[in-house]
């Protein structure tokens, strides 16, 4: 009985110092053994920030794209390639130098914000990425004035400005060849036609990050088509589908190219070895007929919201 009962005790113990994580590949790991990749997954806008608001469905941006974050996270969770984060898993206000911030306190290895687009005229459509710019037009990258040029101040000034802008580089390097595979994902999966390109952006939310990260805009909200299209369960998974394996595969080729947060430690990261189109996996879930032009109804509901 006290053997039993000293086990039980033990067993007890082990359990409340040791608690078993999720299996990874079928195995058991404790966090420290976990060498996967870490994505922070940034669903845009929240709380009182509710983005761009579609006059055809009625639905914000920041609804669109909590959903679409959450989709994102259950389909990599259920594949377990990458360890996923959040910046946010509610309606609530996340200040944008905090999303960055995030990347850092979390181990994040690549950051990745999800946004919905929309446009003056409600007549553009199609999917972009946007890249934080190599040369930011701000005065310097450190986010401050330079000191007195005599001084020895600005003599330390200058090597860290040098320091940060050979970070940025690699980590800019690295964010171009992750932008490239979501790109190439999403011309596969939504039509070459719809693609706006890799684009670059003072965008404060990338501003801070110290890992490589994108902005993706994954379509127009108040364009007539696509703005019903993001509604469409079947279209928003394969949204999410392009995302996941862009991501997935980027757990491999990041790697490989010293672009994760575990490889690079001071250098620039190295060009990845192959091509970065995604791998070919299985057939993408099936998409109903993508309507391509305006039905009159939709020409003339376009005509209304201009005038
Ligand atoms: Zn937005």
Redesign the pocket.
């Known amino acids: 009985m006290y053997v039993t009962t000293m086990t039980a005790i033990f067993l007890w113990i082990a359990n409340q110092t040791c608690p078993a994580s999720p299996p990874v590949n079928g195995k058991h790991v404790n966090a420290s053994q976990d060498t996967r990749m870490v994505v922070l997954i940034d669903p ?2 929240g709380g009182s920030e509710t ?2 608001c579609s006059q055809v469905t009625h639905e914000c ?1 920041k609804k669109l ?1 909590l959903e679409l974050g959450l989709q994102l996270r259950s389909r990599l969770e259920a594949r377990r390639i990458v360890r996923v984060e959040m910046t946010r898993t509610t309606d609530e206000h996340v200040p944008l130098y905090d999303r960055s911030a995030q990347a850092q306190k979390r181990r994040a290895d690549l950051f990745v914000s999800i ?3 929309a446009s003056q005229s409600h007549r553009e459509r199609g999917f972009e990425t946007y890249l934080y710019p190599d040369m930011p037009r701000t005065i310097d990258s450190m986010g401050s004035l330079p000191p007195n040029p005599d001084s020895r101040a600005f003599a330390q000034w200058n090597v860290d400005r040098v320091a940060a802008d050979l970070g940025r580089r690699g980590q800019r390097r690295c964010s171009v060849q992750f932008g490239d595979l979501v790109e190439s994902g999403f011309r596969h999966a939504l039509g070459r036609r719809f693609d706006r390109g890799l684009k670059e952006k003072e965008l404060a939310v990338l501003a801070g990050l110290d890992v490589p990260g994108v ?1 993706v ?1 994954v379509g127009f909200a108040d364009h007539p088509i696509e703005g019903r299209l993001l509604m469409d369960p079947a279209y928003r998974r394969r949204i999410v589908e392009v995302l996941a394996r862009a991501i997935e595969t980027w757990s491999k080729l990041g790697r490989q190219a010293g672009c994760l947060r575990s490889e690079t430690p001071n250098h620039p990261a190295k060009p990845a070895p192959h091509r970065t189109e995604a791998e070919p996996q299985e057939e993408l879930p099936n998409l109903p007929e993508l309507p391509t032009h305006m039905t009159r109804k939709e020409r003339a509901g376009l005509l209304t919201w201009r005038t």
Do not use: K
């Open positions: 845009g806008h983005g761009a941006e794209t946004h919905v687009n902005l805009e």
